[in-house]
């Protein structure tokens, strides 16, 4: 379905997309995983054909420069933040969406309602809270009901419920059969979004995996932050010590550092030890 | 709810296409009427004519003009201040500022073409322009109506006219710079600089220079109508009487030379001015720049 070969994107000498060769196929849902200045976003931005690069991108057979508005036919973007078109309100954006893509008003009232915002298409696009305006982005992606979704950071501006939110939908799409990419720098979002995650690093792919055994393929670490019963923290942090875990004492339990998948093994060294775990949350 | 790529069927023209055309024309001109800039800019433009209008009084003759003449004389320098920075402002803004913020990026996400988006964004500032224009001189002409005038409604309405030109030719080198600036604010500063540059520089450099280097007549007339506003005026001024014996030698020249085709030779001159940046500015903004 979609086939990038040998994208590179340059600003200036500096190679930001470099030699990146994918494919994704019908339905999958892939991230692109990596930390700022990654190239991910770049990789999307080529893809819609806003940026010029060197290499082909084809969409079920398409060329995305030569045949762009065919390409974009095809594709709903979702972009990291919403903030333009401030003084429009939201029904008269979706509208201009939908006139852009030949598409008539039922479908507006129709992906409003998909995405929770009917009751405030009649609000400006600036007073909408960010979990809102991020539910614009993705009814205006909706609008064409396309079989590809580009979600850039679809969450990297969302407190936790928004976030939360916006998941619930997004996991919603990807059953329905949708293609999904995905650019994110959170392993738990992309757990829960992709069927396949493409690490990139300076512009380059590094790790393709399956999103369970991300952070192991990377070697990337986190702390345990164990809530503890009264009084068992000293006797926690002997136990987690002695047993070869790097571990601190933090106000009602302990931080214990953990490899991606070593997190059974520092919580059964407690239980083992006959201390009681009250709650615990994973830190990265 | 989705169609499966198997159904997919994708009959999208890569041609450009008027209706998406009209789409982004249309929502421009939403935007120029939620705009404040562009009430204040309608409303500043429609207050000074107004004001212009009155002081032409009644029976009064300057130059030989009527009421409508008098009036239309007043906003032909009233024009040449305004409208080239209304222009240049609004076009230099648009792009820029769509680019700044992301809405630019936002709008070709969709399957629409650089040069629809581009056409698009032109056609509707025009239109807000005619709208700012021609309100003004409605204003101003109800006005100078209401003392009586008429002998000179032509001239006024052709003024008219080539006021929007004017404002459209600023338009076109205001997208120009957009496609040249990274910011909205760096855009509107280089569009100032121009502005000034056009309305105050380009006359005072062409005096200056001609004073110091006593620059032949010819040479005078030729690098008057290279700036465009200044060629806005030469066309506005020959409506009154078809003579330019007010700009002195230059003006007597211009007549000499070209005779009853200088007329038609200043409008063409404006209407290059019309057509040349904008179709640079599209050349550039279509050819596939980052957005």
Redesign the interface.
């Known amino acids: 379905m979609i086939t990038i070969s040998d994208l590179t994107k340059r600003y200036g000498k500096t190679a930001v997309v470099d030699d990146f060769n994918l494919s994704i196929a019908e339905g999958e849902s892939v991230a692109l995983w990596g930390p700022n200045g990654a190239g991910k976003t770049t990789v999307v931005r080529c893809l819609l054909g806003l940026v010029s690069y060197e290499g082909t991108i084809t969409v079920n057979g398409a060329d995305a420069r030569s045949s762009g508005k065919t390409v974009r036919s095809q594709m709903g973007y979702v972009p990291q933040e919403l903030s333009f078109y401030d003084d429009m309100r939201v029904v008269d954006l979706l509208d201009y969406s939908a006139a852009l893509r030949r598409i008539g008003p039922d479908r507006v009232d129709e992906v409003t309602e998909t995405v929770g915002l009917t009751p405030h298409t009649s609000k400006k696009v600036r007073e909408l809270s960010g979990g809102l305006k991020q539910r614009l982005g993705i009814a205006s992606a909706l609008l064409p009901d396309p079989p590809i979704l580009l979600l850039d950071e679809p969450t990297s501006n969302l407190d936790a419920r928004a976030r939360d939110q916006a998941i619930g939908i997004l996991e919603g799409l990807r059953h329905e059969g949708r293609t999904l990419v995905v650019t994110s720098h959170h392993i738990e979002e992309v757990g829960m979004l992709v069927d396949r995650v493409v690490a990139m690093e300076e512009g380059r792919i590094t790790v393709e995996c399956d999103p369970t055994d991300l952070a192991e393929q990377l070697g990337l670490r986190a702390w345990l932050h164990l809530i503890l019963e009264n009084g068992s923290a000293a006797k926690a942090l002997d136990v987690l010590q002695v047993g070869g875990f790097e571990a601190k004492r933090n106000s009602r339990g302990v931080l214990v550092e953990v490899s991606a998948q070593g997190k059974g093994e520092a919580i059964a060294a407690l239980q083992h030890a006959g201390i009681t775990i009250e709650d615990l949350e994973v830190w990265r | 709810?989705?169609?499966?790529?198997a159904e997919?069927q994708?009959t999208?023209?890569?041609r450009p296409e008027l209706?998406?055309i009209a789409?982004?024309a249309?929502?421009e001109i939403?935007?120029a009427v939620?705009?404040k800039w562009f009430w204040l800019w309608a409303g500043a433009f429609a207050v000074l004519a107004a004001i212009l209008a009155s002081s032409a009084l009644p029976g009064s003759q300057v130059a030989g003009f009527g009421s409508f003449g008098r009036t239309a004389a007043s906003l032909v320098a009233l024009a040449q201040i305004i409208i080239p920075l209304m222009g240049l402002t609004l076009g230099a803004y648009s792009l820029a500022g769509?680019r700044e913020?992301?809405?630019l990026?936002?709008?070709?996400?969709?399957?629409?073409?650089r040069t629809e988006a581009f056409w698009g964004t032109y056609i509707g500032l025009a239109t807000a322009l005619f709208a700012t224009v021609f309100g003004g001189f409605g204003v101003a002409g109800v006005i100078a109506a209401a003392q009586g005038g008429g002998a000179d409604a032509a001239s006024f309405v052709r003024i008219a006219i080539l006021s929007w030109l004017l404002a459209i030719a600023m338009l076109g080198i205001g997208l120009l710079i957009s496609t040249f600036t990274a910011s909205g604010s760096s855009a509107i500063g280089t569009s100032i600089f121009v502005w000034l540059g056009l309305v105050f520089l380009g006359d005072l450099g062409v005096m200056g220079t001609a004073v110091a280097t006593k620059m032949p007549v010819s040479a005078l007339f030729i690098s008057a109508v290279f700036n465009p506003v200044e060629a806005f005026r030469l066309a506005a001024l020959t409506a009154f009487d078809g003579s330019l014996d007010v700009l002195g030698p230059a003006g007597q020249y211009a007549v000499d030379s070209f005779g009853e085709s200088l007329d038609v030779l200043l409008i063409a001159v404006v209407a290059v001015w019309v057509v040349a940046p904008v179709s640079v500015a599209w050349w550039r903004f279509s050819k596939?720049?980052?957005?």
């Open positions: 709810m989705t169609a499966s790529p997919v994708v999208v023209s890569e209706r998406l789409a982004v249309k929502k939403a935007d939620r705009s769509q913020t992301g809405a990026r936002f709008l070709l996400s969709h399957p629409i073409s596939g720049g980052d957005v």
